[in-house]
């Protein structure tokens, strides 16, 4: 199992680098997609005195098409006025489309001529996902923000459609494959400040429909597929909760190290590097994205954009951020930074090979790497810590027989340690 929680990703000096180049955008860039030698960047509306009427210094949602190589635009093009999942929208690859929510209805655009040709649902939507091959579209509705809400799975050949339930403010699932079979996974955001926040794992199809449910922590806000597992970032509890696609729970927790509004957006991965680092980038709204070593989550890096960052994308050899609101505000930038992947870091002194890896907590009980001083602590997923005195029966053991099922960390001192219940 991976080593991904260390004190040290949290308190070693890491080195600052700011941004190599900025390329111009419309306002408030919120998510960048890569397809083939073209970089998608989507903006959000901005309704400045959200009334939702488009007044003097408002804009509508748009799309810009950049060449990733001259860092030329090469086709750009607005959204009318209105209500568009710019964010959380569906992309084919094979068939070179995205299905992007406006309003009521769910278009699909060619991304190469930025042009909608087909309406692939209508009714209500908070987000869309699309299958890789495009005939199957993803509609998540919410009725309001504390209410469960649905999954509607479209067939677009056909334009037949059945739902299945998701809990608070869903997004709309991703698509999964494990030795095991495939799957959908769906977040559901939970209510602000509830630590509901969950993740679906969906299997089989129709009245056949299994649902595994993995409570994460408070507002998970954004979802990354990479293999057999998935990294949920949870902007309440400042963490990247990992789950084991296949075994379908929670194995280990990423320790972001933000606090209070400051909190974790997005993330992605790049296991190419020629440096052999595999790296997890999150972006922050501390306004910096913090890069993290995949294999023992300790921090190797900050970048420093310049301004609240949300989404990610590494593109060939650099990671391309959003620059989304202004540093210590909200009003929102027009541009995005370019990071090269394997920027100069303090790697050799913030790695560490004996990094322990997460604890199963076997017949109740978690065995520590370390002893435990009279100071020591334990943090569930969504925030709250408690002393550990509570639950440890021995000198290295923590009792876990009255903990939920979960993903704690464990501090004593200097050290610490994630277990999973």
């Not at 991703?174 to 939970?190: C, D």
Request: with cysteine; glycine share 10%.
């Amino acid at each position: 199992m991976r080593a991904l929680v260390s004190l040290c990703a949290l308190v070693c000096a890491t080195l600052t680098v700011g941004a190599q180049q900025r390329i111009t955008t419309p306002r408030q860039p919120v998510r960048i997609v890569q397809t083939g030698n073209a970089v998608h960047v989507l903006c959000a509306r901005t309704d400045l005195n959200f009334n939702g009427n488009f007044d003097d210094g408002d804009a509508t949602a748009h799309w810009m098409t950049i060449d990733a190589a001259t860092r030329l635009v090469i086709r750009e093009s607005g959204f009318g006025w209105g209500s568009v999942t710019v964010q959380r929208f569906g992309v084919s690859p094979e068939l070179g489309t995205f299905d992007i929510g406006f309003n009521d209805e769910v278009y699909r655009f060619s991304m190469a001529t930025q042009t909608n040709s087909d309406i692939v649902f209508s009714g209500p939507n908070s987000s869309v996902s699309t299958s890789s091959d495009g005939k199957t579209v993803w509609v998540a509705q919410r009725p309001n923000f504390t209410d469960p809400g649905s999954i509607v799975e479209v067939d677009v050949a056909t334009r037949s459609s059945n739902s299945f339930p998701a809990g608070p403010n869903p997004q709309a699932p991703l698509q999964h494959s494990t030795e095991q079979g495939s799957g959908l996974a769906v977040l559901n955001e939970g209510t602000f400040g509830g630590g509901n926040g969950s993740v679906d794992l969906w299997t089989g199809s129709g009245s056949a429909r299994e649902r595994t449910s993995i409570t994460v922590g408070d507002t998970p806000n954004h979802l990354l597929i990479h293999g057999e597992r998935a990294y949920v970032t949870v902007n309440g509890s400042h963490t990247i909760v990992v789950v084991d696609l296949a075994r379908k729970l929670a194995i280990d927790t990423i320790l972001v190290g933000t606090s209070g509004y400051d909190g974790p957006r997005e993330c992605a991965i790049d296991t190419s590097a020629s440096d052999g680092i595999d790296r997890l980038f999150v972006s922050t709204f501390s306004s910096d994205v913090r890069v993290f070593d995949l294999s023992t989550g300790q921090l190797i890096a900050t970048l420093d954009p310049g301004a609240k960052p949300e989404g990610l994308a590494v593109v060939g050899s650099e990671l391309w951020v959003t620059r989304t609101f202004v540093a210590g505000g909200y009003a929102v930038t027009s541009d995005v930074a370019i990071f090269p992947v394997t920027t100069s870091t303090s790697v050799a002194e913030t790695r560490s090979s004996t990094s322990p890896s997460a604890i199963i907590a076997i017949s109740g009980q978690a065995h520590l790497p370390f002893a435990i001083d009279k100071d020591a602590t334990i943090t569930d997923m969504t925030g709250k810590t408690t002393p550990i005195s509570a639950v440890v029966s021995a000198a290295q053991i923590v009792d876990c027989h009255n903990l939920p099922a979960g993903v704690y960390v464990v501090r004593s001192g200097a050290q610490t340690a994630t277990i999973v219940r």
